[in-house]
């Protein structure tokens, strides 16, 4: 079937101006969550959307970042004012359900260059 | 709460063994690994339970020690696809769901 897509793949932004990512996650798939990797770094999460349960934001690193997730299927996840330290790869995972010892299985990831 | 990974690297030849530690200060429920190529997004690997238990997936297997909230992962006879970055991801007991991963080891398996 198919897996956890994202859009787009590649976005260059001025300093400044705002961006949205989007992504879709595996059909039937509760749980969806961001994390950002910047250059040959780990994955640092961003935020959770659990079902109909309010999310996790506790990993957004300002109030310029923002996510929400429609119909409890699509996700997008905006970032106004771009500053160049947000430069990084925007991955979003999905899992079957919310509860603990889920899977997450990951979209190919946005690469978001902000100049 | 981001778990420390060690080493943060290793070079191999072809049909060589290693080990990759994972550890936590904090109680865990579950611990994920994954496997990145240049790239490329996270691939699964496997996943274990608070239980202390052990699983295997072709000549790569991992365990779960509870009491020391660490976990390894074993990579037996390397070959050279298993060649990326490997990252293990934490679960903590009170914070279901929610995946806090460390910096990753590089794994360069060479002829």
């Known amino acids: 079937g198919a897996g956890v897509s994202q859009s787009p793949s590649n976005k260059v932004t001025e300093k400044g101006k705002d961006v949205e990512l989007r992504c879709d996650p595996i059909s039937g798939h509760t749980a969806l969550y961001w994390y950002r990797q910047s250059l040959g770094q780990g994955l640092e999460f961003l935020i959770y959307?659990?079902?109909?349960?309010?999310?996790?934001k506790s990993g957004l690193p300002s109030d310029r970042f923002s996510a929400e997730r429609t119909g409890g299927s699509v996700s997008t996840l905006t970032i106004q004012r771009t500053q160049q330290e947000d430069s990084a790869v925007y991955l979003c995972?999905?899992?079957?359900?919310?509860?603990?010892?889920?899977?997450?299985?990951f979209g190919p990831g946005t690469r978001l260059l902000v100049l | 709460q981001q778990p420390v990974q060690s080493p943060q690297a290793v070079i191999l030849r072809e049909g060589e063994d290693a080990v990759i530690n994972c550890s936590s200060s904090k109680a865990l429920y579950s611990v994920h690994w994954y496997r990145q190529k240049h790239g490329e997004a996270p691939i699964f690997l496997m996943i274990l339970l608070k239980g202390g238990e052990q699983k295997g997936h072709d000549k790569i297997s991992a365990s779960f020690n509870e009491k020391k909230q660490q976990s390894s992962l074993y990579l037996t006879a390397s070959q050279l696809s298993y060649s990326g970055t490997y990252f293990c991801g934490t679960e903590l007991i009170d914070s279901w769901g929610k995946l806090q991963f460390g910096a990753g080891t590089q794994v360069v398996v060479t002829p």
């Open positions: 995972a999905s899992s079957r359900t919310s509860g603990g010892g889920q899977t997450q299985y």
């Open positions: 959307f659990q079902g109909n349960s309010a999310p996790d």
